[in-house]
């Protein structure tokens, strides 16, 4: 049933799970006609860590997640899990996994996913440049002796 | 014995207005907004979300509000509303090499790969106050460079040459003191959990101690990273993982002298910090307490310092178990006191009865 193949769809989960709930909003204001399978729901997800960065996991504490699946008229279902409690934000996501499995994938893929990930780079991009410039130049001064 | 008692209702009533208009103040003074406190509150925002063991910056800023900047009571909140959130699932194991940094530091080595980051620091601040910043004004934007990409980890240069314990890694699924009471002995990914979400300044001043002399470390910081990771999940309905979102995590790792044993060669040991949010303070302080307390199996002396006893450390870091067992005693007993009332004044008519 699916068209999308699991790395394809997994990017795009990503991408729309970090969205901000409002701007896939505005991107992707009108929801087709779909069914609840179940949720939108919030709850919370325990976040690992491991011990020495790469030892043991253990549990560092939980982040809240709202979570959705749907079912589209013509059949197609979509999951979504994003970080937060926005259940529109779940919802949402949901249906544009759904939608992605069918044929307006191309178009949802140029309108919504590339913007997102455009902006996305953006963002972590500015970051990026930002810590970049506080990297520290040492220089050594001569010392009088050896002048 | 507890009897119960009625009354107080109205007073409890008209006590909870006034802590809401106390909590407002002047209304001359335009109100927060939780977007205000989770943006410019943001250290304050990390170590609710750290010590309430949640990750919701939005939640975490709300919580500060109600509580009027009070951080415990902010925390309490949350750790009351995760009671009420159904558990998904746990995450896969968040992976810090991957980690979009905006701040890097290693104490160890001055020329690493990847270089020293400072990012948004108060180091090297001189920690006067700025007059400036009580009139409103626009910052500049910071200085940008081109980006540096990921950076190595600093013990993994130590790994290679064998001068470090290896910390190798495994999926056994790690006790979770939220779903099962804390028993001693812990192992370490107990205390590690009990550790990051625990009252900074006690972690703190149990790692303070350490470095003073009760329990030996002499831990030097291999590398401190704060920066964003992702969180990854296995959806069962999916059938693979997916991201569901970012974190920004603080990492601190020590670097220990360790002696050797008859089974082991001298090398370094390590200790290990893991806090939400950007936590240095707290992080530093962990990978320390964390080190101080694998004395046993690392075969070292047991001086008897509190920060090496698991039972005085675990026990008592948690200061939402502290403020409850702590500010109850201020709550109603009468009948208590009555008895222990006239046990004294039994006593001194006996005791004068004697004489």
């Known amino acids: 049933m699916s068209s999308l193949s699991d790395p394809v769809r997994q990017k795009a989960l990503g991408l729309l799970a970090r969205a901000m709930p409002e701007r896939l909003a505005a991107l992707f204001p009108d929801l087709p006609d779909h069914a609840l399978l179940r949720g939108p729901e919030v709850g919370a997800v325990m976040v690992r860590g491991r011990q020495g960065g790469t030892g043991a996991p253990f549990n560092l504490g939980e982040m809240t997640v709202a979570r959705c699946s749907v079912r589209l008229a013509c059949g197609t279902v979509g999951h979504a899990w994003v970080q937060g409690r926005d259940r529109g934000h779940a919802r949402r996501a949901a249906v544009l996994d759904a939608l992605l499995q069918t044929d307006r994938r191309a178009v949802l893929e140029g309108a919504v996913l590339a913007t997102l990930e455009t902006e996305e780079t953006a963002r972590r991009d500015g970051r990026a440049r930002k810590a970049a410039a506080t990297k520290v130049e040492f220089f050594t001064l001569v010392r009088g002796e050896d002048a | ?355």
């Open chain 2, 1 to 355: 014995m507890y009897v119960a008692v009625k009354g107080g209702e109205r007073a409890i009533d008209n006590a909870h207005a006034f802590l809401a208009e106390e909590r407002r103040g002047d209304p001359a003074v335009p109100e927060l907004s939780v977007a205000q406190i989770r943006q410019q509150m943001a250290l304050a925002v990390n170590r609710v979300m750290a010590e309430g063991s949640l990750y919701d910056p939005d939640l975490a800023a709300l919580a500060i509000k109600q509580a009027r900047g009070d951080l415990i009571e902010a925390i309490f909140l949350i750790r009351a509303y995760r009671t009420t959130l159904p558990r998904f699932g746990a995450s896969n194991p968040i992976d810090t090499g991957r980690m979009a940094a905006v701040r890097r530091v290693s104490a160890t080595y001055k020329d690493l790969p990847g270089g020293q980051v400072l990012g948004p620091t108060f180091d090297y601040t001189h920690r006067l106050i700025d007059f400036a910043l009580a009139a409103e004004g626009l910052t500049p934007p910071a200085p940008e460079a081109a980006p540096l990409g990921p950076v190595p980890r600093v013990t993994g240069f130590l790994d290679r040459e064998g001068l470090i314990e290896a910390e190798p890694a495994s999926d056994t699924t790690p006790p979770d003191l939220t779903r099962e009471p804390m028993e001693l002995p812990a192992n370490r990914a107990l205390r590690l959990q009990a550790l990051t979400r625990g009252d900074e300044g006690f972690i703190l001043s149990l790692a303070y101690s350490s470095q003073r002399g009760y329990g030996r470390t002499h831990p030097f910081v291999g590398e401190l990273r704060i920066g964003e990771v992702a969180v990854e999940v296995d959806i069962p309905e999916l059938g693979f993982a997916v991201e569901i979102g970012e974190i920004t995590v603080t990492e601190c790792e020590t670097v220990n002298q360790f002696h050797g044993s008859k089974t082991q060669p001298p090398q370094f040991t390590r200790g290990y910090g893991l806090v939400f949010g950007q936590t240095e303070r707290k992080a530093i302080s962990m990978s320390l307490v964390d080190r101080a307390l694998r004395w046993e199996e690392l075969g070292e002396d047991n001086t008897g310092a509190p920060v090496q006893d698991p039972e005085f450390v675990l026990m008592h870091a948690d200061n939402i178990q502290a403020t409850g067992f702590l500010e109850h005693i201020k709550l109603p007993h009468y009948v208590d006191f009555q008895s222990e009332l006239e046990l004294v004044r039994a006593l001194r008519v006996n005791s004068e009865a004697s004489e």
